[in-house]
């Protein structure tokens, strides 16, 4: 078991809903530039009849945009955690372009990961599967989805088309529920850092894992609770009161309203969120009989150069 972190974590990780009460600095708008490159970037792979998922960044050049990139990149993992590309035409292009685009901007931030065993690149994230059977992610599904995050470094969500109602993204920075959790329960904290069984993505049994472990002054997180339990189930290891009791104060401290950030993505918007640093979740939401006026999102998961190490006993997973 790592070193357990016991003093409270700083900087511009450390945020809650308040500290955005007056600003959206987290939100960056594509330029007409940076807008007529990427256009210029999609008419390059369609001269030289390369398609998704068949090319690589050195395919999809974009030199100006490249700069502000690596900015991003440093945000996300050592700033807040989070930001939005805003102003993608999305609308303007076809199905298959947009999926070019979207997999030529992962490549030039990072690495897409597989996310299932039929090796999709980019998820669908919609309304279209059945809540009655168990086998349903719940992305797949209108319901309410909890807070969790991805078994990536960062994961994209790419909004093409908002739901009738409902369906707001919220955010809740880790380190300020560490920080809760120092405070008002220490004596719960140890607890996070022993084994679980997870039940990772492509896995025949559930591999044991810490949900924080801290290596080279940084904090490293998982966290699906859905999994967890599902993890300990297979295993025939069923979880103690006091493990219980623990996820449940975990779960307590990261619905709090004070903590989250909430957003309504519009089309043509890009949620990028660094899953050591940021949970994220989405309300229920109303969506329309008709499938093609449904509320769509594509998904993006990316292993990043600049991604923190992690220990041993933090077996951390990049895609499927």
């Not at 719940?138 to 995050?149: E, F």
């Not at 093409?160 to 109602?165: E, F, G, P, W």
């Not at 329309?288 to 923190?308: C, V």
Request: proline share 5%; hydrophobic share 35%.
């Amino acid at each position: 078991m790592s070193k357990i972190l016991k003093s409270q974590l700083t900087g511009p990780s450390v945020w809650y809903g308040s500290t955005f009460k007056d600003n959206e600095n987290w939100v960056y708008n594509l330029s007409s530039d940076e807008l007529c490159e990427i256009d210029s970037a999609l008419k390059n792979l369609s001269a030289a009849n390369i398609e998704f998922p068949n090319f690589s960044k050195h395919d999809f050049r974009l030199p100006k945009l490249k700069f502000r990139l690596e900015e991003f990149a440093n945000e996300l993992e050592n700033g807040r955690g989070f930001l939005v590309l805003r102003g993608l035409p999305v609308s303007y292009y076809n199905d298959d372009q947009v999926h070019d685009i979207y997999y030529g901007l992962g490549l030039n931030l990072g690495e897409p990961v597989l996310q299932n065993h039929n090796g999709d690149l980019i998820g669908t994230v919609m309304n279209v599967g059945d809540i009655e059977d168990k086998n349903t992610r719940v992305y797949q599904t209108n319901l309410y989805l909890p807070y969790h995050t991805d078994p990536s470094d960062v994961v994209g969500l790419l909004c093409l088309r908002k739901a009738k109602t409902g369906g707001l993204s919220s955010l809740v920075s880790v380190p300020a529920v560490y920080n809760i959790l120092l405070t008002e329960f220490p004596e719960y904290v140890g607890l996070f850092y022993k084994q679980w069984y997870y039940a990772h993505l492509g896995e025949d049994l559930p591999s044991p894992t810490s949900l924080f472990a801290l290596h080279e002054d940084k904090l490293n997180f998982r966290y699906l609770r859905q999994y967890i339990e599902l993890g300990h189930e297979l295993r025939k290891s069923p979880l103690s009161p006091v493990e219980i009791e623990a996820l449940d104060i975990l779960d307590s401290i990261i619905v709090r309203p004070e903590l989250r950030v909430d957003m309504m993505l519009q089309p043509g918007d890009i949620q990028f969120a660094n899953n050591h640093l940021v949970l994220h979740s989405r309300t229920s939401f109303q969506d329309s009989s008709n499938l093609k006026e449904r509320r769509k999102l594509l998904r993006l998961w990316l292993k990043m150069d600049n991604a923190r190490n992690q220990p041993r006993e933090f077996p951390g997973r990049n895609g499927f």
